[in-house]
């Protein structure tokens, strides 16, 4: 299984663009890279999902270089209510298998 | 209001107790899961369904026993829990469990269950 590192944990200011970067060196072909937002006392949410190159949605972007060895994931203008806990996690093509790490604790700070 | 309906929120149960745990999608995915979060820890994957089906215990204590009746409902039976055993207990579902590669099919979560074992 492609394991996933990222920072412990990050701070912002309201209104700045925060990336959060995340290696998964291991990555194997059919792997998708994903993510999810959790709030405390709250399950995760998903927000984003790609596979390489740029996916953009209403939440977030996500960058994937052409190894996909990394990714970042670019929450713009963040609020308040964006500080969460990210995941970031590699969902096994192979195995269906989505295993969760540490995850970035992100704190926006007014 | 996330698709995924976990019950009860709350739970104190002693280790003699015999408790479950009920999680019901609205999603109409044919896959569901639980997870287990303790403080400061990952998630950890325990049980996977799959069209009712188990395909993944991933080494969980038997005290812990899982029921899938159908795709919408899943349980989780407790019994002679420990202290160590108190967390938020997750539960999700998705469209399928891929297997082979392909489109991804995302979780969707409930909120959880907070357990806690005295």
């Known amino acids: 299984l492609a394991k996933t590192t990222q920072p412990i944990s990050m701070d912002s200011y309201e209104g700045q663009e925060v990336n959060i970067t995340c290696s998964h060196n291991n990555i194997a072909t059919n792997d998708y890279i994903t993510w999810y937002q959790q709030f405390p006392s709250q399950g995760p949410r998903f927000i984003i999902q790609g596979y390489k190159t740029k996916v953009t949605n209403e939440v977030a972007s996500l960058f994937i270089p052409a190894d996909r060895k990394s990714s970042t994931l670019s929450l713009p203008r963040v609020s308040l209510s964006d500080t969460a806990v990210y995941y970031c996690l590699v969902l096994s093509g192979n195995t269906g298998k989505l295993i969760f790490g540490q995850g970035t604790t992100l704190q926006v700070k007014p | 209001e996330t698709g995924v309906t976990q019950t009860p929120r709350h739970l104190v149960m002693g280790m003699t107790n015999k408790k479950s745990l009920k999680c019901e999608q609205h999603?109409?995915?044919?896959?569901m899961y639980w997870y287990k979060q303790s403080a400061k820890k990952p998630l950890e994957l325990m049980f996977v369904y799959s069209l009712e089906e188990r395909v993944e215990n991933n080494s969980v204590p038997s005290r812990f026993s899982p029921e899938c009746p159908n795709s919408s409902h899943l349980f989780l039976h407790l019994h002679t829990l420990q202290p160590e055993d108190s967390a938020l207990y997750l539960c999700?579902?998705?469209?399928?469990?891929?297997?082979?590669?392909?489109?991804?099919?995302?979780?969707?979560f409930g909120n959880g269950t907070r357990l806690t074992v005295t």
């Open positions: 999700a579902s998705s469209q399928v469990v891929m297997v082979g590669g392909g489109d991804n099919s995302p979780l969707h």
């Open positions: 999603l109409g995915h044919n896959a």
